[in-house]
């Protein structure tokens, strides 16, 4: 893979990439695959992408998709789908879809770009936590392999982690890995956090590429409409 492989797609903020090699990946995330498409189906690469920082956010409010039910979905298949088109490779998109067939997170961290951190998002050192998956595609291509972001955790050597105290709700103070904590707060009528996280706001890692609040807004907003449709 070259930079100039991607140029199309980070032009318009789907700036992240890596490429993995179907024979190579772990065992459960090809289990997880294959159950969906059979034996990979003659698809030789799984291509992830993913955006980090603001470009991705300002494009979409350029284009025709911030009227569409879905505009961040719909506006990054568009481009895999362009993105494709251009190059004539025979490919599948896993994920976005009807359902999600992949993990994430995990090939995520396969990548180098997801670490845990207190405030349950995926960091890591360049993006901090303002990057997102946008796409899984299988591919009959032959791009290089990518070398996974060996950087470690920057909460590893964060002592003051301010993460913590800035949740309204205390939910990063206890025991309880869940999410459940921060979700029932978010339930109740005059939380502080239906459209933004205080914990994710206060990260000092990589701040530069911060979110807007008309980003930040949108993605909370639409998660805590998914939260009330699921306990209503």
């Not at 591919?139 to 050597?157: I, K, Q, R, V, Y």
């Not at 301010?162 to 921060?182: E, F, K, N, R, V």
């Not at 239906?194 to 980003?215: G, I, L, N, T």
């Amino acid at each position: 893979m070259s930079c100039a492989d991607f140029e199309q797609l980070d032009a318009s903020g789907l700036n992240l990439q890596a490429v993995f090699n179907l024979s190579e990946l772990p065992d459960g995330i090809s289990a997880a695959i294959s159950k969906h498409v059979g034996e990979f189906a003659g698809y030789r690469q799984l291509i992830l992408i993913g955006h980090g920082g603001r470009r991705m956010w300002e494009a979409l409010q350029a284009s025709a998709f911030t009227a569409s039910a879905d505009p961040v979905d719909s506006f990054s298949q568009d481009l895999v789908h362009r993105w494709f088109a251009d190059r004539g490779n025979r490919y599948e998109m896993l994920y976005p879809g009807d359902e999600q067939v992949v993990p994430l997170q995990k090939l995520g961290a396969l990548a180098g770009w997801h670490h845990s951190s207190p405030f349950r998002i995926g960091i890591n050192a360049h993006w901090g936590s303002w990057f997102a998956y946008r796409a899984v595609v299988l591919a009959d291509s032959d791009f290089e392999p990518t070398p996974p972001l060996t950087a470690p955790s920057p909460c590893d050597s964060c002592m003051e982690k301010p993460c913590i105290p800035a949740c309204p709700a205390d939910a990063l103070t206890g025991s309880d890995a869940s999410l459940q904590p921060c979700i029932d707060y978010r339930l109740t009528g005059d939380s502080r956090c239906k459209d933004r996280c205080f914990s994710r706001m206060a990260c000092p890692v990589a701040v530069e590429h911060k979110y807007s609040m008309q980003q930040l807004n949108y993605h909370y907003g639409r998660s805590m409409q998914t939260i009330e449709d699921y306990y209503q």
